[in-house]
Structure formats: C-alpha cells, structure tokens
C-alpha cells in the first residue's frame, strides 16, 4: 500500500545503511526537524531523495526530483542556539514517489511505495563468495588509492551479501548518478558486480591522475545541504 513520507530534496544521494549528517537552517526543514524530534511525525523518518538538474530553486513539480529515494532515520538532533539544527540521520529503505505534495505542510509530502529487492536466481555459495571477494576487492583498491590507511575501514566480515554494496559504496565519492544507479538496483548480486565495477573505474582514474578526494573524516563534521 502507498505510503506518506516528508521529504527532503537534496543534490545528493542516500544509500541504506549510510549515515548522512546535515546542517538544517532553512525554516521548512527546521520545521521537519523539529516533528520529527517531538513525534509529530512517527518513527523519526523522513524521505531524502536526489533533485534533477534544474534551474529552479523551488520544488512544485514530481518531475524535478529522481524517481526513488531513500528513507532516512533521524539518530541525532542538536538544536543550536539560533535554531537551526545540526542532526544525523541513517539510510533505511527505498522508497519510489508516486505523487507530491507542496501545499498540505510547511515541508513537502510524498506519496511513496516501498522498493524491495527482487529475488534473485540460486547460485552456488561457492559464485557469491566468488562475488562478495571480487567487490570487497575493489573496494580496497579503490581506497588504497584513494585515502590514507588510518582514514577507512572494510565491512565487517558478516555482513549479508545483500546489504554489502552498499556498504562498499557509503564512504566512496562516488558521482550523483552511480550511486543513484547503486539505489535503483533492486538485484543484490547485479548491485554487487556494479559496486565493483564503479569502484575499480574510479580507482584507476585516482592511480592515472595522482589526485585524490579529502579523505572520509573531512566530511564527518554535518554539512549544509538545506
């Protein structure tokens, strides 16, 4: 059945299981922050989902926003003195848009149904280790290459295959549109041969260029995307 879910349109994008910090100053999402912290709205969820190129600064329309999202868990929330907010949030669930809602709320609402994985054909366990290693692989390319050994960490050792790309994939900067492709991905093992693909093209581009992104702690601080 459809669900109700307040949104929050970001350039970014938000894969389950990955934490995202913000910085909220904008008054409709201090709002949000704030019915989300008293229970006004359960379960301290709310939907983060990745705008479309535009030259509007105002979201009216379903078309300005990607067509699935993910739902995020409000884990922190530091109100500052002049109200603005500094919170945590973790990713859940997909989530498709079916309609929106900018009138009904000081925050938009979106009309949202939940996107499981789909099933996927039996392979033996023997492949999906052969898969699971091969992504975890480029993974440790990619941040070998990328940042200092201090700066990262591999996946715990067992954590289930379906939940691993995107935990490869939540500290890598990967561009708005591969990790948009990573969260549309309703196939664990194709997500997971994906993973490995982005992360060894983006690793080899690191080696080729000898330049590498600000390491992971560089972006632990909350960020301003409001």
């Known amino acids: 059945m459809p669900d109700s879910l307040p949104l929050f349109p970001l350039r970014a994008v938000l894969l389950p299981g ?14 949000l922050t704030v019915d989300l912290v008293t229970g006004a709205l359960p379960d301290r969820r709310f939907g983060v989902i990745a705008l ?32 603005r907010f500094d919170i945590v949030t973790t990713g859940e669930r997909r989530f498709r848009l079916l309609e929106l809602d900018a009138t ?5 609402m979106g009309t949202v149904e939940w996107v499981p994985d789909t099933e996927q054909p039996t392979l033996a366990a023997d492949s999906v280790s052969l898969l699971a290693e091969s992504a975890r692989s480029a993974h440790r390319r990619y941040c070998t290459a990328a940042w200092q050994r201090e700066d990262w960490s591999e996946p715990a050792a067992d954590i289930e ?47 080729a260029l000898r330049a590498v992104p600000a390491p992971p702690s560089e972006f632990s601080a909350p960020i301003c995307l409001n």
């Open 18 to 31: 990955a934490n995202l910090p913000l910085h909220i100053f904008e008054p409709r999402y201090r709002q």
């Open 52 to 83: 479309r190129p535009s030259v509007d600064h105002e979201v009216t329309d379903i078309g300005q926003l990607r067509a699935v999202g993910c739902s995020a868990e409000l884990r922190q929330a530091k109100r500052l003195p002049d109200g």
């Open 104 to 108: 009904s709320a000081p925050y938009l």
């Open 161 to 207: 295959t379906v939940q691993l790309a995107h935990a490869l994939a939540a500290d890598c900067l990967l561009s708005l549109d591969d990790r948009q492709r990573l969260l549309e991905e309703t196939r664990p093992l194709h997500r997971l041969r994906l993973v490995g693909k982005l992360l060894n093209r983006e690793a080899g581009i690191i080696s």
